[in-house]
């Protein structure tokens, strides 16, 4: 797990000049301030974790269940709420606010998002698949997947093979970017390459737990 995490909203990809003058892309992610609303530990949770929210809503808006969780955290209502694992939270308290000088600039961090839903797609696209042959013999099958099982046996199918189907929209995770910039007065964090995810999408940046 992770020492130090925070959520942030993507906003888009743009380009800095390093001090070498080369040019580095970058993703902008928004970091709107995230208030702690519960601390999860292992003697009540059975693990550790910090629940947080970020931006603002309209109580009226809320369920009665969510409205007295954040009635009991003493936290105003936020956008949605965000499960945050980390290794350690003693020093962490309801009600605390983390923001994006969280991270530093040349830090490792990993970054949690759901990918950008492409739809039906058949396994050349999903999969990878170099389709069948194009010349005598092959009609109408170019971009098939070809045999899927064996006959009598085991007369079916196996779970998990691979077939056309949806596409995108699951959960992913980059490792090991770094991050360019932060910056808390303007709510931005600026991590080199590309985050998994839609613009306007929500991800999880952590610092990276592989490292490098």
């Known amino acids: 797990m992770a020492n130090k995490a925070i ?7 743009t380009q800095l000049w390093d001090d070498d003058n080369q040019v580095v892309p970058v993703t902008m992610l928004q970091v709107e301030p995230c208030r702690v609303v519960q601390v999860k530990t292992d003697e009540r949770d059975g693990y550790t974790a910090v629940q947080v929210t970020f931006g603002q809503r309209d109580a009226e808006k809320l369920t009665k269940p969510e409205a ?22 003693s020093e962490i308290e309801v009600g605390q ?30 999969h990878n698949f170099s389709g069948q042959k194009a010349s005598h013999g092959a009609h109408r099958v170019h971009r098939a ?21 949806r596409m995108g929209a699951e959960k992913v995770t980059t490792l090991n970017l770094t991050v360019v910039e932060a910056d808390a007065e303007r709510e931005l964090l600026l991590v080199r390459g590309s985050v ?17």
């Open 68 to 89: 007295g969780h954040f009635s009991k955290a003493g936290v105003d209502p936020g956008q949605r709420l965000v499960e945050l694992r980390l290794d350690d939270v």
């Open 97 to 126: 606010e983390f923001a994006a000088d969280l991270l530093e600039a040349g830090e490792k961090v990993d970054v949690t998002a759901v990918s950008k839903g492409k739809g039906f797609a058949g396994v050349m696209k999903r």
């Open 196 to 212: 998994p995810g839609p613009k306007g999408g929500v991800v999880v940046v952590r610092d990276a737990v592989k490292g490098s």
């Open 7 to 13: 959520v942030a909203t993507k906003v888009g990809m």
């Open 145 to 165: 997947p070809g045999a899927i099982g064996a006959c009598a046996t085991p007369s079916r199918v196996f779970k998990g093979t691979r077939m056309a189907g």
